[in-house]
């Protein structure tokens, strides 16, 4: 679950890290307002998506006067904010963060994610922070830094020095960067967060170390333990299919295909979608039903799946390991009455009672093809599709 960010900076507000001051308006006139609350010379309008790159796409704009703020808070709200993270359809812009302006010294990058392949939390950082950050990555990366934490000792004090020194900080900026880190540890950590970024974390003309932009993810498997954060969700951010899945407690993500695929188990989806790109189709979304699913989520599934007018077939694809193939084979044929289903409907089963399963789908009377392998599914269904 991703986080906007006001949100993530009210979160290092409350522990204790100083942040720019803003305020979260959803008007013109309140972006006005706000500016004026603020005072000072200049102001930073920015849009609230769940998307980076809204600098390139003139999404964080720097005004001089509170008519300018107004007017491009007019020109932003209501929009659809479309960034090389979110094309081609983009997010809509229903809040903006209106902050005060700041003289800046030095942007700096610094991030904290889970590193999969080392098991441990990774902490990364770069002296050249910014909107490039990316395309340092790719061209100089002897420039990124990095550290690992230990998961049992945590973020080490000689970490944090060890990077203060790269990242050349010195005086005021060193003793708070060496303040900040370990307080960010403690967030990554206490709140289940995927990803904690800062970019840019910058050095002002007066010497102070603040986070000018900050993305948080959370990870979605441990919302149980993390009620606060998780009535923070704004599904406007979301595909509507996506939101409705996550109501229903099932896994959806939206591709740009044209094969619905329904299936019981994350390996087993994304081997149902090589087969249907290998054999010259395109699958429409990416969709775990769970290893215990009922008649009633797949007809929930069917809906979400038909809700996408670019699907032209279905494949599901179930593997009857803690649910038997006739008790799955009776919820299927009820899902499609229920649904009304009127595109083509490939079905592979495999496992307990798989036979009684296939007899069930033959003796429905609806529309739905019986597979033999995945092989026979994929292939039927990306000829059905075309």
């Known amino acids: 679950m991703n986080l906007h960010e006001f949100q993530a900076k009210q979160l290092l507000r409350e522990a204790g890290v100083a942040v720019p001051r803003g305020e979260v308006v959803g008007s013109p006139a309140a972006a006005r307002e706000a500016a004026a609350r603020l005072g000072g010379a200049g102001w930073v309008v920015k849009a609230q998506v769940h998307a980076g790159g809204r600098g390139k796409a003139g999404a964080i704009r720097f005004l001089d006067s ?143 170390l603040l986070p000018l932009d900050c993305k948080m993810n959370v990870d979605d498997n441990a919302l149980y333990r993390q009620g606060r954060i998780a009535s923070l969700r704004d599904d406007s951010q979301s595909d509507p299919r996506e939101a409705a899945a996550h109501e229903a407690g099932i896994n959806y993500i939206a591709l740009s295909g044209n094969i619905g695929c329904m299936v019981n188990g994350a390996g087993l989806a994304m081997a149902t979608m090589d087969l249907i790109k290998l054999h010259g189709g395109e699958p429409a979304n990416f969709l775990d039903v769970g290893g215990g699913a009922t008649a009633e989520t797949v007809a929930k599934a069917f809906k979400i799946l038909l809700a996408d007018g670019q699907v032209k077939a279905v494949l599901v694809n179930i593997f009857g390991g803690i649910m038997r193939c006739d008790v799955i084979a009776e919820g299927i044929v009820q899902a499609v009455r229920e649904v009304g289903v009127d595109v083509p409907v490939v079905v592979r089963l495999e496992g307990t009672n798989v036979d009684r399963g296939k007899q069930i789908l033959g003796q429905s009377g609806l529309a739905i093809a019986s597979a033999n392998d995945l092989t026979d599914a994929a292939r039927r269904a990306v000829e059905a599709a075309r």
Do not use: H, W
């Not at 904010?81 to 302006?101: C, F, H, M, R, S």
């Not at 590193?115 to 770069?126: M, N, Q």
């Not at 910014?130 to 690992?148: H, T």
């Not at 944090?160 to 990242?167: E, T």
């Open 66 to 208: 509170p008519d300018g703020v107004e007017k491009i808070a007019g020109e932003l709200l209501g929009k659809r904010l479309v960034t090389y993270q979110n094309a081609p359809d983009g997010q809509p812009v229903g809040t903006l963060l209106i902050e005060e302006g700041l003289t800046i010294a030095t942007e700096l990058y610094l991030s904290l994610l889970v590193d999969r392949e080392a098991e441990k939390v990774a902490v990364v950082a770069s002296a050249a922070g910014g909107m490039e950050i990316e395309e340092v990555a790719r061209a100089r990366p002897g420039e990124i830094l990095r550290e690992l934490c230990d998961p049992l000792l945590g973020l080490q004090d000689y970490q944090v020095r060890s990077l203060a020194f790269a990242l050349r900080l010195s005086g005021q900026a060193y003793k708070e960067f060496c303040r900040l880190l370990p307080i960010l540890y403690r967030i990554f950590t206490v709140q289940d967060l995927s990803l904690l970024e800062i970019n840019p974390l910058v050095v002002t003309a007066d010497g102070r």
